[in-house]
Each structure stands twice: as C-alpha cells, then as structure tokens.
C-alpha cells in the first residue's frame, strides 16, 4: 500500500499533539486508511531539524507552522520548498488572516489552514487537494518543458525538408541547369523533401491524436494479426529477403488498430535498420506475473547502449539510422500506444548482433485507476456493479460518447442534455453518481452542483473543457473530483471507480 509520509514541522509540542491527533481521525478506519493510502506522521521543531530528517525519510507532504525559531513567515516557506522542492505544502496557521493566505499560496503552498478551525473534515480535504494539485502543476511544468523540446526539435525537422525543396527549386527556375542529369537530380530532392515532409506530417498527426480519440478495446488474437501485419509487409519482406517468423502468441485486450501500428513498426524497422545479413526476426511472447511480455527479436545492426534510452523520444533517431528513411516518430508512436493499453515497451541491444524490443501488456482486461496506476479488472464491475450514473452535458455527441463507454464497463446510464431535467430525475430515482459538464444553457453545472450537495451527499463529478481555476472552484463548492474533457475517457472512469469505491 502506498504511505503519504507526511512530516509536521512545528515547534510547539501541544500544537503538534492536536494535529497528529487530527490527521488520526482522518483516517477512514482504525488501520489508517485515507483515500486508499496510509498517512505516517513525523515531526521536526525547527526548519534545520527538518533538514535533516529530509535526509533520512521520503516525505510525500509537508505541514508547516509559519512561525519557527529558526524561520518565519514566507521566508520559511522558501526554505521549505528548497528542502523539499517535490512535496506539497500545507500551511498551519494561528491566526486567521485572508491577506497572508492568499500570499503563502503564491509563494508556493497549496492550502492555509487555521490550527484552531482543525477537523478530519477540511484537514482530509486540504490533504487530498494539495496533493492533486501539486501533482497536476508538476505534470503540467513537466509537459511544458517536453512541448518546448518537442516544438524545437519537430521546427527543425519539418524546416530542413524544407529547405532543399526551396533551394532545388530556385536553382532550377534559374535556368542555369542545361545538364539533364543534375535537373533530374534536383528534380529527386524535390521529390523526397516532399514525401519526407508529408511522411512527418502524417507520423505527427497520428502521434497527435493518441489518447485523445475514442478506441475501441476488445479481445485481440496476437497471430491472426501478426500474419495480417506480414502479409501487409510481404514486398518488403521479399525485397530485403527477410525471414519473419512467430512462436504461438496471446490473446489479449486493446485496441486492434493501435496493436496493428506497434507491430507493423517494429517489424519494418527490423527490415530497415539490417545488417549484412538476411534479416531474421522472430515475435515471441513469455508470461511474467499478469504481464505478458511479446518480445520482437532481430539480427540487425543493434543499437547504441548510449542511445538506447532515448530511442521512443519524438525525432530520436540512432547513430545506425543515418542513410536509412524514417521520421524518427515510429517508435515514439509505438511507446504512446502501449501506454494506452497500460503497457510500456523497452529495449535491449548489442551492437553487430541484434536487438530485441519488449511490449509488455497486462494479460487482464483492466483500466488505470488513480495516480498511482493501480489495476482494476473490468470485469470486477461489469458483473457485479451496475452502478447508475447520471450523465448530464448540452452537448449530444459528446453525451453519447461517454455513455458508451460508461455502459461498456457496466454502468447503468441515463444522460440528459439540461440541468433542469437531470434536477427532475434525482427527485425520482436512486443513482449513484453524478457527471455534468460545466457551462450549459438554463441551469449551469455549477448551480446543479449546489442544488445536488444542499439535499444529498451524492458524488458529483464535473467535467468540462474549462481550466485549473475553474477546477479549483467547483472542488471548493462539493464536487468530488473535475475532469478535463481533454483526457481519456480513462480519466474519467477512474474518478468514478474512487468515488464509488470500486477496487479489485
């Protein structure tokens, strides 16, 4: 089970004794369960205590009282942060005080609670908020950062394609090419800068759109695709007088399409990528655990040990590739669509002999559940929930988008496209769970959020396309989680399994 090591930084020995007694009653049971996990409490007196305890223990959370011997105020909070730098902070505070709330945020905590207004109630929720939102901000910094690295990298490589196009052309529009040899020759550069650049557009866009479009997930025998990919690649195939063979492979849940891309990848890169020899590639498959691991193996040029790690970054492409067409997206793509199937793939090389790249899927229909990406079988719903969720969104594509999935894993639905009918439904039936989206005609999601929490403890999920800070406002008016509408659905089906309690 996961722990939320959580360290008090206080100097006060009541104080101290008051919060780990709340943080005790936050607690969902006598063993110490909070939202799935175990809170392990610790203390320090001073910022250089704390220090040293950081040294010793991996602390998830930090409580701090803003005024210490060795440190007070915001002063205290930028030591905090630059000890630890990867855990959030929550404020403890005597003294009710909106301004310096509002600038202890700012600098850098993610709540400010007043010791003397304590209770498993609002300790419990700033908990599991600071936490969440931490999280979100470290992951949006993260892929800001990636969006830059990939921008830089994907400018140049769409520009040089580019380039020789534009040259090739003004030296031909000159006129001063009379020898039909180098004409035809420009004319080829032109020829391959187009077809490299629209093979870049077209591998950006499918790169682009995973995880962001409806899949379909069903039972996939792994042979009867393996020989369709073969056959799809027999001209290849024959041309560079490869042998392409399997042993007898699984049959496993995903997406046929996207499983249809990772396998048509690796196997044409086997092909691409070759040595001397005939190529020999071979697709097996070993069972670790609930893990099956499908395993391309192939005797061609290998790859760099130096180079290895990076090789499913977005236009990495190995030493041994120069000479050799390709984008430097497909094993990205590749990487993109196991993590869709709650997978990873790897890679192990020894150059002049060979490589072997490792799929490795869960052999169980599953779906991620939380931030800690726990499984939870579907079929543990499908059977036995039956859960009814109340769908409400003015929009009708997207409402049928998301009761289909929802019924696929055994949700029973009613959807509705206005407030005011959804309103009517709770009056007369029993349900589970609420979804809505957020702005609507008439009655708004937010005004059904307040209606729904002044009569009943339901659990109202909203979900919108709008952004943090209106995330951070429906979670302080009751709604028990918010999610983007530019996540999976999977996002979604997550927070109701927590708010249901569904668990294998």
Request: charged fraction near 25%; include cysteine.
């Amino acid at each position: 089970m996961d722990q939320i090591r959580t360290l008090v930084i206080e100097d006060s020995p009541g104080d101290f004794a008051l919060t780990q007694n709340c943080l005790a009653k936050v607690c969902d049971s006598s063993d110490g369960e909070f939202i799935g996990r175990k809170i392990l409490v610790d203390w320090a007196q001073t910022i250089k205590e704390a220090k040293e305890k950081s040294q010793q223990n991996d602390f998830k959370l930090v409580l701090l009282d803003l005024n210490l011997p060795d440190a007070s105020g915001i002063d205290s909070i930028d030591k905090v942060i630059s000890i630890f730098p990867d855990c959030p902070i929550v404020i403890l505070s005597g003294l009710s005080d909106a301004k310096l709330s509002i600038e202890v945020v700012r600098a850098g905590a993610q709540d400010y609670l007043i010791k003397n207004e304590l209770n498993p109630l609002n300790v419990g929720r700033s908990i599991r908020y600071a936490i969440e939102r931490f999280e979100l901000v470290r992951e949006l910094k993260q892929k800001n950062a990636d969006l830059e690295a990939f921008t830089a990298v994907a400018t140049h490589d769409l520009k040089s394609p580019l380039y020789k196009i534009s040259e090739a052309s003004e030296l031909l529009l000159e006129g001063n090419i009379h020898d039909e040899e180098q004409k035809n020759m420009f004319l080829e550069m032109i020829r391959r800068g187009a077809r490299r650049l629209g093979q870049l557009i077209d591998d950006l866009l499918m790169l682009s759109r995973i995880g962001h479009e409806a899949v379909e997930f069903s039972n996939v025998d792994l042979n009867q695709l393996f020989d369709d990919v073969v056959e799809s690649l027999d001209t290849l195939i024959l041309k560079e007088s490869a042998k392409v063979t399997r042993d007898d492979l699984p049959t496993l849940f995903g997406c046929r399409s996207g499983l249809t891309i990772i396998f048509q990848n690796l196997i044409s890169n086997s092909l691409k990528y070759r040595s001397e020899r005939d190529p020999l590639i071979k697709v097996s498959s070993q069972q670790e655990n609930k893990v099956w691991k499908i395993i391309f193996s192939d005797n061609g040029m290998g790859i760099d040990q130096q180079e290895i790690n990076n090789i499913f970054q977005p236009f990495v492409r190995g030493s041994g590739s120069y000479g050799t067409e390709g984008s430097g997206i497909g094993l990205a793509t590749c990487s993109r669509l196991a993590e869709l199937h709650y997978g990873n793939i790897t890679a192990e090389s020894i150059i002049g002999e060979g490589t072997n790249i490792i799929l490795s899927l869960p052999s169980q229909k599953i779906l991620n559940v939380g931030k800690n990406r726990n499984l939870t079988k579907i079929s543990t719903i499908s059977t036995n929930s039956h859960a009814k969720i109340l769908l409400v969104d003015d929009d009708q594509l997207q409402t049928k988008i998301i009761s289909n999935v929802l019924k696929k894993v055994g949700f029973d639905v009613v959807a509705f496209t206005e407030a005011k009918e959804a309103l009517e439904a709770i009056k007369q039936h029993d349900f589970d769970c609420i979804i809505s989206d957020l702005i609507m005609p008439g009655v708004s999601g937010e005004e059904l959020l307040v209606q729904i929490k002044s009569e009943s403890d339901l659990p109202v999920i909203i979900y919108t396309g709008m952004a943090q800070s209106a995330k951070d406002r429906v979670l302080s008016l009751g709604a028990a989680d918010c999610v983007q509408k530019g996540d999976a659905a999977k996002k979604l089906l997550e927070s109701i399994f927590l708010q249901l309690n569904i668990s294998p």
